[in-house]
């Protein structure tokens, strides 16, 4: 919007870089130009402002699908003044001397006229395609033609503005047919989800399995290793049972020869003693041989009176003591000249 300033009698304008300035005095334009500032009479000038920059008009279709789904499509139409006189003619764009104001709403006029033809171009599409095919390169089709709709349009032309670009933002139906049509690629995406997740799980199977054998593998492993240490143990104790059976064997060898070895030279001590002691029996006894009843009886009333400690009474008859007696020293006489011719 231009900006006016009053000063008594006249006033002075200025406008923005990004408007055309058109001055009209009568029916005849006094000066036009981009982004323009004078002083003029209010009571003799008439003044229009267009844009120069672009500018965007929104759309919105309601269609029906030849397959009789609604469909809605959103859009934006760019376009930029090409010829300010000429749209200046069709359009009334003249603001007010006194704040700079549209007296009317051009712009508005403008964005009623490219979004009818807009929404009769898209909608004629719509009305002859199906609503999957609308849905999967509708953007495409619709914008293309819109486009070729109105740089084709002799309104467009003859108002001299020039179509920048069309845009389509969406292209939606219901949301019941949405959901219908989700239907489909969502199971799809679900089934193509279940059998990742499937995949997953069999390759975790698959690897459980593989860990479970390397597992037993090394049970057998460890079994086979432990039989082998059994076995050793048991050759071990074996050959150590052996060698102390065969130790012990050698000592019992060893002890039981000591043993015949004592044994056998004890015999010959005990024979030894007891031939001498028989030797000396027999010498004795010899030596008594000879001897008469009466020494012999005396001999063994002497042994009986060493045997004996203590006689307490001794009867002796007088008929048999004296030729005892007699006896006895007669034996005792001999036996001493026996032991010095000895």
Not at 79 to 100: C, N, Q, S
Not at 158 to 186: H, K
Not at 239 to 263: S, V
Not at 282 to 289: D, F, I, N, P, T
Request: no cysteine.
């Amino acid at each position: 919007m231009a900006d006016i300033t009053r000063v008594l009698f006249v006033r002075h304008i200025r406008a923005d870089a990004s408007a055309f300035v058109l001055q009209y005095k009568g029916n005849r334009l006094v000066r036009s130009g981009r982004g323009l500032s004078f002083w003029f009479m209010p009571l003799t000038a008439s003044i229009a402002e267009l844009p120069a920059d672009d500018r965007e008009v929104s759309f919105v279709v309601h269609g029906r699908s030849v397959d009789y789904q609604d469909v809605t499509v959103q859009g934006v139409v760019t376009y930029r003044v090409l010829d300010p006189e000429t749209l200046a003619r069709r359009v009334d764009f003249t603001i007010d001397l006194k704040d700079g104001a549209y007296k009317k709403q051009p712009l508005e006029k403008i964005a009623l006229v490219l979004s009818q033809l807009s929404h009769e171009h898209a909608w004629g599409y719509i009305a002859t395609t199906d609503v999957r095919r609308i849905l999967a390169d509708g953007h495409t089709h619709i914008r293309a033609a819109v486009v070729a709709a109105l740089n084709e349009d002799d309104g467009v032309r003859d108002m001299g503005i020039e179509i920048v670009s069309v845009r389509v933002a969406s292209v939606r139906p219901t949301p019941e047919v949405e959901r219908a049509l989700e239907a489909p690629a969502r199971e799809r995406i679900q089934e193509a989800a279940d059998e990742a997740t499937f995949s997953r799980r069999a390759m975790a199977v698959e690897k459980e399995r593989a860990i479970e054998e390397n597992a037993l593998v090394n049970k057998i492993e460890l079994a086979r290793t432990e039989e082998r240490l059994i076995a050793q143990r048991g050759s071990n104790a074996q050959k150590e049972a052996l060698e102390k059976a065969a130790a012990e064997r050698i000592g019992a060898d060893a002890r039981a020869d000591r043993t015949r070895i004592d044994a056998a030279a004890q015999a010959i001590a005990v024979r030894d003693v007891e031939g001498a002691r028989l030797a000396s029996e027999k010498s004795r006894l010899e030596a008594y041989e000879d001897l008469p009843a009466t020494v012999m009886l005396g001999l063994a009333a002497q042994e009986v009176a060493s045997k004996i400690k203590h006689i307490d009474h001794l009867n002796i008859g007088g008929g048999d003591l004296g030729p005892m007696l007699r006896e006895l020293m007669e034996a005792g006489t001999r036996h001493l000249e026996t032991k010095k011719k000895e």
